[in-house]
Nanobody, 127 residues
């Protein structure tokens, strides 16, 4: 089992940057794929990005490609989401999520793939 805690959210102007962090508690963190999801008011929680257990593979939602970068440090048990050129439509609560991989190149894009979730961190982008 793993516990996740996000940090780094806040208020930023359009075009600005934020770096979100996700701290994990499990000693087997390196065997987990980790994703970021977001949920805006009145909307479904949606996929943002995912990184494989070893950091070799990553994927992004089309809406954030070229602006967001995911990375991880398995020694520190951290996953990061660097967000640049932020837009008002990026405003949401951002969640870190994880699951134990089922095969070598396993990194899921679906909410149902994930077993563990953090409480979320709020990002507000003003226009």
């Amino acid at each position: 089992q793993v516990q996740l805690v996000e940090s780094g959210g806040g208020l930023v102007q359009r075009g600005g940057s934020l770096k979100l962090a996700c701290a994990a508690s499990s000693p087997t963190f390196a065997s987990y794929a980790v994703g970021w999801f977001r949920q805006a008011p009145g909307q479904e929680r949606e996929f943002v990005s995912v990184i494989s257990w070893n950091g070799d593979n990553a994927d992004y939602a089309d809406s954030v490609k070229g602006r967001f970068t995911i990375s991880r440090d398995n020694v520190q048990k951290m996953v990061y989401l660097q967000m640049t050129n932020l837009k008002p439509e990026d405003t949401a609560v951002y969640y870190c999520a994880a699951y134990a991989i089922r095969y070598y190149e396993d990194y899921g894009l679906r909410r149902d793939d994930y077993d563990y979730w953090g409480p979320g961190t709020q990002v507000i982008v003003s226009s």
